[in-house]
């Protein structure tokens, strides 16, 4: 009996060890991260961040490709003849003597090597009009990785303190949860004491099922908020992560005027609907400039040897060279270049029309956020007051009604009415955090 008594004791000791060793890894294998930490490997690692970043790369180097236009280009060519078959010219007899001449025309050159140079010299603006495109493009693509970053920085808050406002609210489903377990409890024994009806039973029973669901959505919407966190920081949803922080509420330290000010002043949105209008411009002149010649300076230098053996030395080789001075004119292209200049001042309209369109709709938006902001604002400063008056009513209704004093509906109204509290002070606190932050990125 005592050989199995230390048996079991053993057992119990080897799994209490075993359970204390794999929480102590799983402790380990969790990482802890604030806000900043959260940014930091979102700016590393996010994908559309990478993206815009590639894109800003692109633009530059088209850019740059677009510049290098302005300069010449040198080319450089070697070539091996073994076989070369000289066309033949013939003198008829009498010409130059009784008899007829021929010789061949050309010399085999086995080895040539020649170095061209092009330069442009008058081109009409087509390549002063492709570099301002270019240059315009870049523009664009500077402001969108801007506004990427600025994205960055709010999906980051968005995921983070939404995935801390899904803990709270699971936190507050469990806490209704155990309220209402209380409540069945109580009205139990009510009933058995002849305090309660079989329809308060049955009500209390309802209330208590029907937070359960409510528990498990909660939950799930945590668990939910946290893998969306994850995809925004780029890291493996296997990755145990622990939230270190809570949503802060920093009022906003501008009037609506001064907003409306900075707004007028300066606005991402509106200064890429700028450049694309100025490049819808651009690009009527560009496909205008088609119509005209370009005037090239063009040069070639040549160096080759008509030795069949390969030599190294000067007196082997000869050389020449030519400079010339071109120009090219499509003077009729079947009317494309026309359609082109038509599309192009299409695309030139509907820019402008773009434009004002988009500005019509930043200042709508501008509205949006500020109204939303301050709805928000109004909530927050009202909830902790309210959320106190909530739990002070809920904790006497409970006290009432175990002693009878009022019926279970004014307690489930109670109930009602601080859940509504808390849940309405979390989403307006998510709601203010994420929007100022659109504020912010809207108006720099």
């Known amino acids: 009996m005592k050989i199995l008594k230390k048996q079991i004791l ?3 000791f ?3 060890l075993f359970n204390f060793i794999f929480s102590n890894d799983d402790l380990k294998n969790q990482v802890e991260l604030t806000f900043d930490e959260c940014y930091k490997i979102a700016y590393e690692n996010n994908r559309d961040f990478k993206i815009a970043k590639l894109d800003k790369q692109i633009a530059e180097a088209q850019l740059q490709k677009a510049a290098a236009a302005y300069g010449p280009t040198i080319s450089l060519m070697g070539s091996y003849q073994p076989v070369y078959k000289a066309s033949i010219i013939e003198i008829p007899a009498g010409v130059f003597g ?5 010789f061949p025309m050309g010399v085999q050159n086995y080895y040539s090597a020649r170095v061209s140079l092009s330069q442009p010299l008058f081109t009409f603006g087509k390549v002063t009009f492709g570099f301002l495109l270019a240059k315009e493009n870049y523009e664009i ?3 969108n990785y801007k506004k990427a970053e600025e994205k960055l920085k709010l999906d980051v808050i968005s995921a983070f303190y939404g995935a801390l406002i899904a803990q709270e609210m699971s936190k507050v489903q469990q806490e209704t ?3 209402n377990e209380e409540y069945l409890r109580v009205t139990r024994t009510k009933f058995k004491n002849g305090q309660a009806s079989n329809f308060d039973v049955l009500q209390a029973q309802v209330q208590y099922a029907n937070t359960k669901p409510e528990v498990k959505k909660a939950e799930d919407g945590y668990k939910l908020a946290l893998l969306n966190l994850k995809n925004t920081l780029g890291i493996s949803f296997d990755k145990e992560i622990v939230l270190k922080g809570a949503p802060d509420y920093k009022k906003l330290q501008m009037t609506y005027d001064e907003i409306k000010k900075k707004f007028s002043e300066k606005n991402d949105d509106r200064e890429i609907a700028e450049h694309i209008n100025n490049i819808g411009d651009l690009q009527s002149k560009l496909q205008m400039s088609l119509l005209l010649p370009s005037i090239a300076l063009s040069a070639n230098y040549n160096y080759y040897s008509d030795e069949r053996d390969f030599h190294i030395e000067n007196e082997y ?3 020449s060279w030519d400079v010339s001075v071109g120009l090219q004119w499509t003077f009729f292209d079947s009317f494309k270049n026309v359609a082109s200049i038509k599309e192009a001042m299409a695309n030139a309209e509907k820019a402008k029309i773009n434009k004002e369109s988009m500005d019509n709709y930043s200042e709508i938006q501008l509205e949006v956020l500020y109204t939303s902001l301050e709805q928000s604002a109004q909530i927050i400063e009202a909830a902790d007051e309210l959320i106190k008056q909530a739990e002070e009513g809920y904790r006497i209704a409970q006290t ?3 002693n009878g004093l009022i019926q279970s509906v004014d307690l489930l109204n109670a109930e009602t009415g601080l859940l509504r509290a808390k849940t309405n002070y979390l989403n307006a606190l998510y709601n203010y ?12």
């Open 177 to 179: 949860l155990k309220a």
């Open 317 to 319: 080789w000869n050389s």
């Open 400 to 402: 009432s009604y175990k």
């Open 14 to 16: 080897s799994l209490l």
């Open 433 to 444: 955090t994420t929007t100022i932050q659109k504020l912010q990125n809207f108006l720099e």
């Open 10 to 12: 053993f057992l119990i």
């Open 98 to 102: 009784p008899t007829p001449i021929s």
């Open 141 to 143: 693509a500077l402001l």
